[in-house]
């Protein structure tokens, strides 16, 4: 039975400038996305039918995954399949790594590893540019997951520009067990904005700077999401996850996407482990773990290339 495994990287928006609502619903935004070495798998064996099925790592509460068609990683599938004019013939197992509902585009890791994955095992061999293309019909954070390290997004995200970045960052990520709904996020962000008048969203050149010297202090002072006040209005406990990286000597702290994970940018991994112990012991979130960044794109895992029998 063929079978391949690919490996997608968690995100964490390094700035998300957001912007008034367009006619289409979406927000206008400008963010920059930086991969983390936070994993979800998919491995995609062939099968008479679709099929998906969860697994995850005990941190990680995995229920609430969908198991049917609504799973992104099975809408790539059948993407794919009907771009290429194919039956969506596979099994596709999801080892979740990425806390779900976490403002970490695990859902987007998972639809980008399963294009890649299937592409492979079906020999479809798209070229980059098309599995962007069918990755922009899945979700506005698919494109990413497929393009890794650190890029400017604009639109609704999915127009991509990749930075030019130098060295590693190190992170903290407080983990939520209870996960925020994006579309709630946005509402309550509309709302506390009532009816200001916005300026278009852009990316800061300050961040940018610190990202191209990857100097960790300048970056630090630079985070920001606008999403910010929404999510501490619909989950005021992560004001506490953000004064404890205060206290402790991050040298920033900001909400992921559309939250509730709060990434803390760490001195180095000394200082990045007393960090997680400093936070795991405050009980101001349900977990806690390390990542770096920049982490590379959704791509097979060595060994597992598919075989036919
Ligand atoms: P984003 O940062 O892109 O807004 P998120 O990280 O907050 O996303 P996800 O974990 O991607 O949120 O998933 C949000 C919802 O999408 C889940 O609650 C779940 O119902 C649904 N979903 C569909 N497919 C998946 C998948 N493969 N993994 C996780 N959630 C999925």
Same mark, same amino acid.
């Given at each position: 039975?063929? &079978?391949? *495994?690919? @490996?997608?990287?968690?995100?964490?928006?390094?700035?998300?400038?957001?912007?008034?609502? @367009?006619p289409d619903g979406y927000h206008e935004l400008a963010t920059v996305f930086h991969?983390?070495? $936070?994993? !979800?798998?998919?491995? /995609? *064996?062939?099968? /008479?039918?679709?099929?998906? *099925?969860?697994?995850?790592?005990?941190?990680?509460p995995f229920d609430g995954v969908p198991r049917d068609d609504s799973n992104l990683a099975a809408r790539a599938a059948i993407?794919?399949?009907?771009?290429?004019?194919?039956?969506?013939?596979?099994?596709?197992?999801?080892?979740?790594?990425?806390? +779900?509902?976490?403002?970490?585009?695990?859902?987007?890791? !998972?639809? /980008?590893a399963a294009l890649v994955a299937c592409d492979a095992l079906w020999g479809t061999g798209l070229s980059r540019a098309e599995l962007h293309t069918l990755a922009t019909t899945l979700g506005s954070d698919v494109p990413f997951a497929l393009m890794g390290g650190t890029a400017v997004g604009l639109g609704r995200g999915e127009l991509l520009t990749p930075a030019l970045a130098r060295g590693r960052f190190e992170w903290v990520l407080a983990l939520?067990?209870?996960? $925020?709904?994006? /579309?709630?996020?946005?509402?309550?962000?509309?709302? $506390?904005?009532?009816?200001?008048? $916005?300026?278009?969203?852009?990316?800061?050149?300050a961040l940018m700077a610190a990202v191209r010297a990857g100097d960790?202090?300048?970056?630090?002072?630079?985070?920001?999401? !606008?999403?910010?006040?929404?999510?501490?209005?619909?989950?005021?406990?992560?004001?506490?996850?953000?004064?404890?990286?205060?206290?402790?000597?991050? +040298?920033?702290?900001?909400? &992921?996407? &559309?939250?509730?994970?709060?990434?803390?940018?760490?001195?180095g991994t000394e200082h990045a482990l007393d960090l997680a112990v400093a936070l795991g012991a405050s009980g101001a979130c349900q977990s806690v773990k390390r990542a770096s960044g920049p982490a590379t794109a959704a791509r097979a895992v060595e060994g597992s290339a598919a075989r036919r029998v």
């Open positions: 039975m063929g &079978s391949v *495994t690919v @490996r997608a990287p968690a995100k964490i928006n390094l700035q998300l400038a957001v912007g008034g609502r @367009r991969a983390v070495s $936070l994993y !979800d798998d998919v491995t /995609a *064996t062939e099968a /008479a039918t679709l099929q998906v *099925t969860v697994g995850g790592d005990r941190e990680i993407a794919l399949a009907e771009h290429a004019g194919l039956e969506p013939e596979v099994h596709l197992h999801i080892h979740k790594g990425i806390p +779900l509902a976490g403002g970490m585009a695990g859902g987007s890791a !998972d639809a /980008a939520s067990d209870e996960g $925020l709904s994006t /579309a709630e996020v946005y509402a309550e962000c509309d709302r $506390l904005r009532g009816r200001r008048v $916005l300026p278009e969203p852009r990316v800061s050149d960790a202090h300048a970056l630090g002072p630079a985070l920001r999401n !606008d999403l910010q006040p929404a999510a501490c209005s619909l989950r005021p406990g992560l004001r506490q996850i953000l004064d404890i990286g205060d206290e402790y000597g991050a +040298l920033g702290s900001v909400v &992921s996407g &559309s939250g509730p994970t709060v990434a803390l940018l760490a001195r």
